[in-house]
C-alpha cells in the first residue's frame, strides 16, 4: 500500500508537470509570434499592408518583396559582406581558439599561470570603446572589413571552456604521438581537432552568429556604404523607408509598402543561421557543456 505522504507528493507533481506544460507552451509561444508576424507581412499584398491592422494570415501571398530585394545591388552586397565575416571569422576564431586552448592545457608550457591570469582579466574588464577605437585605427584597419574580424578574433570565456575539454584529453595521446615523431602542430591537427569536433561545432556556431549579427563595430570602423554588413543596412532601411537600395525605378518602391520590405529582409537575414543549426544540432547540446564538469 501507499502512504498517504507519497500520494500527495505524487498529485503535487501532475500539477506542477502540468502548470510547467502550459508555461513553456504559452512562454513559445510569444516568443514565435513576433517571428511569424514578421514572416506573414513579408508575404502580404501591399494592399492588405496598407489596411493596417494586425495581418495574422494574409489572403493573397506574394513574393513581391523578395524579389525586390534579391534584385538590389545594396542587399546582394551587404549579404556577401556578412557572409564573408561569419565564414572567414568563424574558421579564424576556432583556429586561434583550439590552438590557444590545447596550449594552455598542456602542464609543460612555460608561464601558464600567467597566461591564463591574463586571459581570465579580459572576461572582467572590457577596455571600452574609445580605446579599441584607437587600436583599431592605429593598425591601419579603419573602413577595413579586417577590422571587424581581428579585435573579436577569440574570446577568453571560450577559451576557458575549451580549455577544460583539452584538459580531459590524456596525455598518453600526446605522449604517443610524440614517439611516433609527431610534432606539436601535427598533435594538435591529426589528433585534437579530430577529438573536438563537438565542442567545435558549439563554439562555432556562436562565433558564426556573431559575426553575422555583426552591427556596433561596424559602425565604429566602416565608413564606406559599399562594405557595410547586413545588419547596418537593415538599421538604415528601418530608420530611412524611402532608401531605395539601388533601384532606379520609383514604380517598383511605390508599390512595395516599406514596411513589407523591412520584414521580407528581416527574414533573409536570418535564414542562414536557421539553416546551419540543424546541421550542428547533433554537436551543440555536448559541445556547450563541454569543459564545464570533469569525470
Known amino acids: 500500500m501507499k502512504r498517504k505522504g507519497s500520494i500527495s507528493e505524487s498529485g503535487f507533481d501532475k500539477v506542477f508537470s502540468v502548470f510547467n506544460i502550459i508555461f513553456l507552451v504559452l512562454f ?6 513576433p517571428f511569424y508576424y514578421v514572416f506573414a507581412v513579408s508575404f502580404a499584398t501591399p494592399h492588405e ?22 534584385s538590389t545591388n545594396a542587399f546582394i552586397r551587404a549579404t556577401g559582406v556578412s557572409a564573408f565575416l561569419a565564414i572567414v571569422g568563424t574558421l579564424l576564431s576556432l583556429v586561434v581558439t583550439s590552438m590557444l586552448s590545447y596550449g594552455l592545457s598542456r602542464k609543460r608550457l612555460k608561464g601558464r599561470r600567467v597566461f591564463m591570469i591574463l586571459i581570465l582579466l579580459t572576461t572582467l574588464f572590457n577596455p571600452g570603446i574609445i580605446p579599441g577605437y584607437l587600436v583599431v585605427k592605429e593598425l591601419g584597419m579603419i573602413n577595413s572589413l579586417w577590422s571587424l574580424i581581428i579585435p573579436v578574433l577569440t574570446s577568453g570565456w571560450y577559451v576557458l571552456l575549451m580549455k577544460g575539454f583539452f584538459d580531459s584529453v590524456p596525455a598518453s595521446l600526446d605522449e604517443a604521438a610524440r614517439i611516433d615523431g609527431c610534432n606539436d602542430m601535427t598533435v594538435w591537427f591529426r589528433i585534437i581537432l579530430p577529438l573536438s569536433l563537438p565542442s567545435l561545432a558549439a563554439f562555432g556556431l556562436f562565433y558564426a552568429v556573431a559575426y553575422w549579427n555583426t552591427f556596433f563595430s561596424a559602425v565604429l570602423f566602416i565608413n564606406e556604404p559599399e562594405k557595410w554588413p547586413l545588419q547596418i543596412l537593415l538599421q538604415n532601411m528601418l530608420i530611412d523607408s524611402s532608401t531605395s537600395m539601388g533601384v532606379t525605378s520609383e514604380a517598383i518602391l511605390q508599390d512595395i509598402p516599406s514596411q513589407t520590405k523591412k520584414m521580407a529582409a528581416v527574414i533573409l537575414s536570418t535564414i542562414p543561421i536557421l539553416l546551419v543549426y540543424p546541421f550542428l544540432q547533433k554537436h551543440f547540446a555536448k559541445g556547450a557543456m563541454v569543459g564545464s564538469v570533469k569525470e
Not at 513559445?28 to 509570434?33: E, I, Y
Not at 499592408?49 to 534579391?70: C, E, H, I
Request: proline share 4%; net charge positive.
Open 28 to 33: 513559445a509561444l510569444m516568443c514565435f509570434f
Open 49 to 70: 499592408v496598407r489596411a493596417g491592422g494586425l495581418l495574422l494570415f494574409p489572403k493573397s501571398w506574394t513574393l513581391d518583396s523578395y524579389r525586390y530585394l534579391l
